[in-house]
């Protein structure tokens, strides 16, 4: 853990260097929140973070959003997540999954996908197998633009979560 004041410390490059992952594959998300500092607290980097992804144009939010791993999906069982989306999905029991789990999952992500045309993104920390798969099937009953908002919605609570676990309140 760090801390605040040495998160408002460093230089552009350093902060880059230490943040860039918490927006999955989206270094820029870092380089806008660094801008805003010095931050006054936890919840202000917070902000500043959610900020930057609330008020990129929507060609970014979907690449950001598309830059996301299915839960479940090819890239976990080849081992290509990243340290964050593996400890995450592994935190909700997603990589001990039954044969039949598997397949339930692959089938969900395949649906979400080709209706919205974003990976189904959920902040699954603290959340069960069943909570998930509850989560899919409210959800494909939406619109694209709510799953898009509601997808930016889940990749913020991610960023918090990334980020209270690297620096001190």
Known sequence: MMSLGDV???D???FIA????VAEHAPWVAEQ???RRPFVSLETMMAAFQAAIREAGKPEQLRLLRAHPDLAGRAAVAG??????RKEQAS???DRLS???FARFAELNSRYRTRFGIPFILAVKGATRQQILESFAERLGNDRDAEVANALDQVCRIVGFRIAE????
Do not use: I
């Open 8 to 10: 408002n410390a460093m």
């Open 12 to 14: 552009t490059p350093e």
């Open 18 to 21: 230490r943040f860039g992952d």
């Open 33 to 35: 929140a660094a801008a």
């Open 80 to 85: 290509g997540l990243t340290e964050g989306s």
């Open 92 to 94: 909700a029991g997603l």
């Open 99 to 101: 044969a039949g789990e």
């Open 166 to 169: 690297r620096v001190a309140p």
